[in-house]
């Protein structure tokens, strides 16, 4: 089946700080990629769209100056988060899809990413 | 975008079928129904996805109704490891997957 891995899958950090958290899929070529965010017992809120080699397209009231994300290949998307604060502690997965198959592509999740600003 | 309803927790006994309901009503022709769950601090796996026509693979098993209206996951035999949250989605057609609440299965021995 399909994998997606993030790293780190846990990192802690002091305010003001930036923090880079990288998403790849592993056996197939991801034409775009997602990216969530999961506060404790709640849902996922989707953050942002990002396509490669080109910018990513951010939900509204996502910062993209404070969450910036690149999708420069096919296997590989960062977003990294900086300047973080306190509030941006939270729980950060990305998701992945071929883009080959249309309206029935199949998104593929990684591990996730503990973020913790100190 | 088509949102779905899910009963906030379910309780299923070990070794039974748990079946989890969804309602979509305002769907789309074109838009699939998809099947995620969470295991508690772990990114959502993917459990099965569908149009119009049932659907069964080696997890699970999706009953969409006639009028793609709602929809039913089917776990055969559930097990004390398929505890988690059970997520239905109705993927819209830019690709984005609007997650719900979803439903809290708990397999009890």
């Known amino acids: 089946g399909a994998v997606v891995s993030q790293h780190p899958s846990r990192v802690i950090c002091k305010s003001g700080t930036s923090v880079k958290i990288e998403c790849r899929s592993l056996?197939?070529?991801?034409?775009?990629m997602f990216w969530y965010r999961q506060f404790p017992k709640k849902s996922l809120m989707l953050m942002a769209t990002?396509?490669?080699?080109?910018?990513?397209?951010?939900e509204q009231g996502v910062e993209k100056d404070k969450f910036l994300i690149n999708h420069a290949s096919l296997t590989l998307s960062t977003l990294t988060v900086t300047s973080a604060h306190p509030e941006d502690s939270s729980f950060y997965i990305c998701?992945?899809?071929?883009?080959?198959?249309?309206?029935?592509?199949?998104?593929?999740f990684g591990p996730g990413t503990r973020l913790t600003v100190l | 975008d088509a949102k779905t309803t899910q009963p906030p927790s379910m309780d299923c006994a070990e070794g039974r079928a748990a079946n989890l309901p969804c309602n979509h009503s305002?769907?789309?022709?074109?838009?699939?129904v998809y099947w995620y769950r969470q295991i508690h601090s772990q990114g959502p796996q993917y459990i099965i996805h569908?149009?119009?026509n049932n659907e069964t693979n080696e997890m699970a098993s999706l009953i969409i109704t006639e009028d793609r209206k709602s929809s039913t996951l089917i776990l055969p035999h559930a097990t004390l490891r398929d505890t988690a949250v059970y997520y239905c989605?109705?993927?819209?057609?830019?690709?984005?997957?609007?997650f719900g609440q979803g439903t809290t299965l708990q397999v009890k021995p």
């Open positions: 990002s396509n490669e080699g080109s910018k990513a397209t951010y």
């Open positions: 056996d197939f070529q991801a034409t775009t």
């Open positions: 998701s992945a899809e071929s883009g080959l198959a249309g309206f029935t592509d199949t998104q593929y």
């Open positions: 305002t769907i789309s022709g074109n838009e699939y």
């Open positions: 569908g149009l119009k």
């Open positions: 989605i109705v993927r819209v057609v830019t690709g984005k997957l609007i």
